[in-house]
């Protein structure tokens, strides 16, 4: 599986990376105790089971032509199934709901690239930096105890290869 995920400014990194370590300092799951070189900060805009050289292409031009969008993260969220997990919420604005509308049809307008998967069709998209997840896991923490509001922007984007575990710069 290929996600297609903006990346956001140092600043914004670094606030997210925080939060992280604020959550395993309480012995909560946290996503910094996840140590392998591609986990960083991100927001999932899609993802297909391939990214064919033209299709990789094109969301090349969309990113350069996109880039920076305006970031705000904005509360908690939690999701609940198999895997349970805590988030930062992502304030959508007009450039980014455009942008995530973009990088879906591309990807669903190519064939070979396979379904795309449909959580993150943008009827049901739900923007979101993840702090922690787990099976099993709890988060009685009060929200201002881990994450303030934060803004910043989107500045790059980058493709992830489940299979692999290798991602692709798509913007600088």
Do not use: K
């Amino acid at each position: 599986m290929h996600s297609v995920e903006l990346l956001p400014d140092p600043s914004t990194e670094r606030a997210v990376r925080n939060a992280w370590r604020r959550l395993a300092d309480a012995g909560l799951p946290s996503l910094a105790g996840h140590r392998h070189p591609t986990n960083r900060p991100h927001l999932t805009l899609a993802s297909a089971e391939d990214l064919p050289a033209e299709v990789r292409a094109r969301l090349l031009r969309v990113f350069a032509e996109a880039l920076p969008v305006p970031l705000r993260l904005d509360g908690l969220v939690r999701f609940s199934g198999r895997v349970r997990v805590l988030a930062w919420a992502v304030r959508p604005d007009d450039a980014l709901l455009r942008l995530h509308e973009e990088v879906w049809r591309t990807l669903r307008e190519a064939p070979e690239s396979g379904r795309p998967n449909p959580l993150l069709d943008p009827a049901r998209w739900v923007p979101h930096v993840t702090l922690g997840r787990g099976r099993d896991a709890s988060w009685d923490v009060p929200a201002d105890g881990v994450v303030s509001p934060s803004a910043g922007a989107w500045t790059s984007a980058r493709s992830y290869d489940s299979a692999t575990r290798t991602v692709e710069l798509l913007a600088p």
